[in-house]
């Protein structure tokens, strides 16, 4: 029984076999592609019995396609090993005999092509006889095979340095990179990333004849340049190139936020599955191996558009959702104080407070319930709206904020939900602005209206009621005695309270007080303001 090679060996021969899957999938794909090529565009242009010879052509290439592919597994690469120069022998056998019938059943058809009158598939059957010779030449670097040293090691022939040095490359930026984490129809954009301008333009053909649209690039570099400049829905990526390998261009594209979201589909002579898992964990859509199968190529561009498709719907669903939930914050926010809105966003749902200082303010229409039974609704409403509109700006502007309207009263409050040393000032400075609003729409009203504004300062409770529509509300006994300053004050005046008064005399000129009874309270005593103060000098 051989002893197994050790770690160093291991590496070395499997650096060995993806260089020399890499030389040698290279032709088989474009023979294998050129072959399909052929047959399809044969069968709309040629008689039966030319169509015959191509798909002779084809499954002698298919047969190669699959000996190549058997030939470099490991266990397959060992057995040569073992059995020396007569292995190697069998093999060059073996791959020719596809080859030559490749090569035969070609000429034959070239030389046939133009009494078939198809001299357009000239170009694809002479590239289909180079290939074939090119294939042929690669064969003889397999008698490295044979070069392995007396201890069992296994040892890289000197051909083959610069692409052992570029597959070290590659696995040292996948080593590197480990820890740096509208399609319809499924038809999309498309960029094709290889080399091997074999490959590309043979790739390119495929998918332009499934109705893409391809652009394709010569090179790592190139390709994220063209990414920069075009809008594309898939990458094809090939894993192994000299500038810039794909393993390194995948990780850029799903490091970049503008292109993270592209779905990349690696292609690569590399099958290790080791590589495919560091691509497919680096954010790769999917893998496959060259030569693909085009069945299976065009299923896995299909079902990549169709997430790309997918994705691009959730991302317009979650647009819109966003949007929504933007419009019902800004509805919230219109009805209830910003930091209510935000404690209840952080999951309060009892939301009460003491505040040991504030204002509250009440304002009402007089004679407004019997002049709305003489007009029109809309006519009411229209009036109201106004009035009310130029009253909220007014809170909006000085940071009152407006509790609630009841019919024709207008209720308002400063030192909720957030303390502020001027509440009773401020909310005297809206009174003042309010009559001046209502005095103004008189001149445009047929029907002019007189308000009554009362004011008193004190603590409130205040919090939010109701479960399906909210209502940020204040009560207590300071909110009782300012709707009793409103309904005891005088037309388009501004009755405020002792304790209010107090506040406010520094800033506002006041009349002389007055006693005037409350119900539940007996004599009160009483300020209507007059108008502000002068600025000092």
């Known amino acids: 029984m051989t002893d197994l090679p050790d770690t160093k060996a291991q590496q070395a021969q499997a650096l ?7 030389t040698l999938i290279s032709p088989v794909s474009v023979i294998v592609g050129l072959c399909d090529i052929l047959e399809n565009e044969a069968r709309r242009m040629v008689p039966e019995d030319a169509v015959s010879d191509l798909s002779r052509i084809s499954r002698a290439a298919t047969e190669l396609n699959a000996f190549v592919d058997q030939l470099l597994r490991p266990e397959m690469a060992i057995k040569l090993t073992i059995s020396g120069d007569e292995g190697i022998k069998q093999l060059r056998h073996d791959l020719r005999t596809p080859m030559n019938a490749i090569k035969g059943y070609s000429e034959m058809l070239l030389e046939d092509l133009e009494a078939l009158n198809a001299g357009q598939l000239k170009p694809d059957i002479l590239g289909l006889l180079q290939h074939t010779d090119a294939l042929l030449q690669h064969i003889d670097r397999l008698s490295a095979l044979s070069d392995h ?12 340095d610069d692409a ?15 820890q740096i984490a509208d399609t319809a129809g499924l038809i999309g954009r498309i960029l094709v990333v290889d080399d091997l301008e074999t490959n590309r333009s043979l790739l390119a053909r495929r998918l332009e004849r499934d109705g893409h649209e391809v652009k394709t690039a010569d090179g790592g570099r190139t390709a994220l340049k063209m990414m920069a400049q075009h809008a594309f ?4 990526l090939d894993l192994m190139m000299p500038d810039i390998d794909g393993f390194n261009v995948l990780a850029r594209l799903k490091d970049d936020d503008a292109y993270r979201d592209i779905p990349v589909i690696m292609i690569s002579a590399l099958d290790q599955l080791e590589s495919v898992a560091r691509c497919i964990e680096a954010g790769a859509e999917d893998y496959l191996p060259k030569p693909f199968n085009p069945v299976l190529l065009k299923a896995r ?7 790309r498709r997918w994705r691009d719907c959730e991302r317009e669903y979650l647009r819109q959702v966003e949007s929504e939930k933007q419009k019902y914050m800004e509805l919230l926010h219109s009805i ?15 939301i009460a407070d003491r505040h040991s200082e504030a204002t509250v303010l009440f304002s009402d229409f007089v004679g407004f319930t019997e002049l709305s039974s003489k007009l029109p609704p809309a006519h009411v409403v229209h009036n109201l709206n106004r009035v009310f509109s130029d009253f909220d700006e007014i809170a909006s502007e000085l940071g009152v904020e407006k509790i609630k309207t009841i019919g024709d009263a207008y209720m308002a409050a400063a030192g909720v939900p957030d303390h502020r040393g001027d509440h009773a000032e401020v909310v005297v400075e809206m009174a003042l602005r309010m009559l001046a609003v209502v005095e103004f729409l008189n001149h445009e009203l047929d029907h002019p209206m007189d308000v009554r504004i009362g004011i008193h300062s004190g603590p409130v409770v205040a919090g939010i009621i109701g479960s399906h529509r909210f209502l940020y509300d204040v009560w207590g006994d300071t909110v009782n005695m300012a709707s009793r300053m409103e309904s005891t004050g005088a037309p388009n005046r501004v009755q405020v309270s002792e304790t209010t008064a107090k506040q ?20 009160v005593r009483t300020f209507f303001v007059m108008r502000r103060k002068p600025a000092a000098g």
């Open 301 to 307: 561009i299909s079902a990549a558009l169709e997430k």
């Open 504 to 523: 406010i005399e520094h800033r506002f000129d006041l009349s002389e007080p007055a006693d005037i009874r409350v119900k539940g309270k007996g004599q």
């Open 164 to 178: 052992a040095e570029m597959f070290t490359k590659l696995t040292q930026s996948m080593q590197s990179t480990q």
């Open 16 to 22: 060995w076999l993806a260089n020399l899957r890499q």
């Open 233 to 236: 829905d898939l990458v094809l």
């Open 149 to 160: 040293q007396p201890n069992g090691g296994f040892s890289l022939p000197e051909a083959s």
């Open 336 to 350: 209830l104080p910003q930091k209510i809105v935000a404690r209840m966003n952080d999951g309060e749902t009892m």
